[in-house]
């Protein structure tokens, strides 16, 4: 079942050029059950993206076009008010960034905890509290210490915890977390994917993790979207778009990731720089000056998502066979059909 | 609550070494100032017609009982005799014991102090918030612009324009005393409110003089605490608009508290201007009149309470500090 349904969003920021889109047409489904991994590089959009789902677009940011169905709520981006103030916490749950500082520095946790109760409305604070300190329990934390603590007495993976408790303690069924292992040491980084994963099976999420790091990803997600310049050039089941990348900025991506089994000088780093909003081709293909498979007709179209076999989508003019060979071949394919 | 005891007992302690220092260090700056008493008594004797030998005759006659000793033993009797809550006596006043004259000043400069403070700091906290939050409306910048302007204004030029509306313009308000003469001191209506007529100027012109500051600095504090992270996390969390608005008030806040301690003591010590121009027989008014005639106990002791008020009000906004936030706690 489709918990989160993105179409053809847009969302423009207002530079001194105008209006430039930081994400553009992207379309996502984000299923029950399914931990699906966002990753692309810093400035690809994929922040703005997650923010999107929850109709928080920053200042000085909008939504240009597109919808975000979430079942049995609708378009969140139609909603204002106390409506989206209930679907934000109450449906949708967001993890920051363990490096941020995501509790009110001056309050226990656990009175921030009845914060959020009463400010949505819970009848049962009791109970609210019980499930927070079995949530926590889970995550291998003592739940009547941590409810007791502030903020500057948890460690960062502590934190990044009761982040995931606070998002899940509504009974959210939908779980993002933006960069949940940034700033975190190898072993805690571990843990907390651990704890993301469990907690995931447990409730039945549907979970998005957005990350630039493909290799604490693949870990545990079930299907994987890559992000470049705003648009979503790759989706599909996470092994199948690990072991065939078939577009040449997934290919990229993941030739320079360095394993730690395995020769560091094996990975090879992305020539270029990563577009900004400013930078970002406006048309043809948003890759083609990095991308060493580039033909003439990425200079004037921009290759569409297109869905191909096994769940998988790409927006390229190259034949995928082509990209999986390695060996750019002469500039004659055109079509983009995989 | 040990914790809490030990920190105060701590506080107390290097308090009293500061109380020592500075009052040791200003009876000798006080005694080094040049002139004696009895210099301007001279003077105004000479000024009044007599000889130089009549006017020192008199003169002598009513400061002769000034101590000779060295100033190193006259500091150990100051010393032993502030121990024992001895100020001295004063020498212009002949014989009025000094902690009769600070007293009667005290209340003066305290009432309308701590009351100009109070009202300038609720006034300016909440124009800052607004000025904050509507930073990028007309509204907003408006408020901000009379913050600067109003911190920019000398006092002494605020006292005086206040002076020439509100008293020789329109009559409304006296410009001198702390109530009608006529009156008998005590809780009748009528003198009450004769007191209170006479400190509504002194009061506003405190009150204008630290709203600015408490506008701008609660301003920028508030910008400070809408980009923090936890702000961004309880708009996503669904937290009401009520709850997110305590979070950023109080976060907000925070740093103000200690100034207003601070600032307290330090108004303390900024009175003269204020009691100078509207006649008010403050401390501040005191201290620049014994300033004058050389009355070194009235000076060291109007310094030592300002001293006291300032250290005592900087472990008061330590010690609250504590108490509001988690972060500084042990």
């Known amino acids: 079942m489709t918990e989160v349904q993105v179409r053809d969003l847009t969302i423009e920021y207002q530079t001194s050029a105008g209006w430039l889109p930081a994400v553009a047409g992207a379309s996502l489904d984000l299923r029950a059950g399914e931990i699906t991994g966002l990753v692309g590089e810093s400035g690809s959009g994929k922040s703005t993206l997650a923010l999107a789902l929850l109709n928080a677009v920053p200042e000085p940011g909008r939504v240009a076009a597109g919808s975000v169905e979430v079942a049995g709520v609708g378009d969140v981006l139609s909603l204002s008010g106390k409506q989206l103030r209930k679907v934000r916490g109450g449906e949708l749950g967001y993890v920051f960034q ?53 903020q500057h007495q948890l460690s960062g993976g502590m934190r990044q915890r009761i982040g995931i408790v606070f998002a899940l303690v509504l009974n959210a069924k939908v779980l993002i977390l933006d960069e949940p292992t940034t700033a975190l040491d190898m072993l805690s980084q571990a843990a907390v994917l651990d704890i993301v994963r469990t907690v995931h099976d447990e409730n039945q999420l549907s979970t998005l993790i957005i990350t630039h790091d493909i290799g604490a990803i ?63 081709a406006r048309v043809g293909c948003v890759f083609r000056d990095r991308c060493p498979f580039a033909v003439t007709a990425c200079a004037d179209t921009e290759p569409p998502l297109v869905v191909g076999e096994a769940g998988r989508r790409r927006a390229c003019h190259v034949e995928p066979s082509t990209v999986l060979s390695g060996t750019p071949g002469t500039p004659a394919a055109v079509g983009g059909q995989p | 609550m040990t914790g809490f005891a030990r920190r105060l007992a701590g506080k107390l302690l290097a308090g009293l070494v500061m109380v020592w220092v500075v009052v040791t260090f200003t009876f000798f700056l006080v005694h080094a100032l040049p002139g004696k008493p009895g210099d301007v008594q001279y003077e105004s004797y000479i000024m009044q017609g007599f000889n130089p030998e ?41 014989g009025v014991p000094v902690s009769h004259l600070i007293w009667s000043a005290l209340p003066w400069t305290v009432l309308p102090v701590l009351t100009g403070l109070l009202v300038s700091f609720l006034i300016g906290v909440i124009a800052g918030v607004i000025a904050a939050v509507k930073r990028s409306s007309r509204w907003g910048g ?29 009559h409304l308000l006296p410009d001198a005393g702390t109530s009608d003469i006529t009156l008998e001191p005590g ?15 002194p009061v506003i012109s405190y009150a204008l003089l630290s709203y600015g500051g408490w506008l701008l600095a609660m301003k920028s504090s508030v910008i400070t605490v809408l980009g923090d992270d936890f ?100």
């Open chain 1, 98 to 150: 363990a490096s941020q500082n995501s509790m009110n520095p001056l309050k226990t946790i656990g009175k921030q905890l009845l914060d959020l109760g009463r400010s949505h409305e819970v009848k049962d604070l009791r109970a609210l509290i019980a499930r927070a300190k079995d949530l926590a329990n889970r995550m291998g934390m003592d739940g009547d210490r941590v409810l007791d603590s502030y």
């Open chain 1, 218 to 280: 693949s870990e545990i997600a079930d299907r994987l979207a890559v992000m470049y310049g705003g648009r979503i050039v790759e989706d599909g089941p996470l092994l199948d778009v690990l072991r065939r990348p078939t577009h040449p900025y997934t290919r990229a991506l993941i030739g320079a990731t360095a394993r730690i089994t395995g020769d560091v000088d094996a990975a090879r780093a992305l020539p270029g720089r990563p577009p900004d909003l400013t930078t970002v």
């Open chain 2, 54 to 94: 009549e006017a020192r005759a008199k003169v002598t006659a009513v400061y002769g009982f000034t101590s000779h000793d060295p100033l190193f033993s006259q500091y150990l009797g100051y010393l032993g005799r502030l121990l024992h809550g001895d100020l001295g006596q004063s020498v212009y006043y002949s």
């Open chain 2, 142 to 170: 408006l408020l901000s612009v009379s913050g600067s302007l109003v911190a920019g204004v000398p006092s002494f030029v605020l006292a005086l324009l206040l002076l020439l509306v509100f008293h020789t313009e329109w």
């Open chain 2, 187 to 201: 809780w009748s209506p009528e003198y009450v409110g004769s007191v209170v007529q006479h400190a509504v100027l």
């Open chain 2, 231 to 330: 702000i961004l996390a309880s708009e996503l969390r669904g937290l009401a608009p009520v709850t997110r608005a305590r979070y950023i008030g109080r976060n907000a806040i925070l740093p103000l508290f200690t100034v207003l301690a601070l600032s307290f003591g330090i108004m303390f010590a900024g009175s003269f201007f204020i009691e100078q121009t509207f006649d008010y027989p403050g401390l501040g008014e005191l201290l620049l009149k014994s300033i004058g005639v050389r009355d070194y106990p009235v000076m060291a002791g109007a310094f030592l309470l300002i001293t006291v008020a300032i250290i005592a009000a900087n472990i008061v906004a330590d010690l609250c500090y504590t108490l509001i936030d988690p972060r500084v706690r042990r």
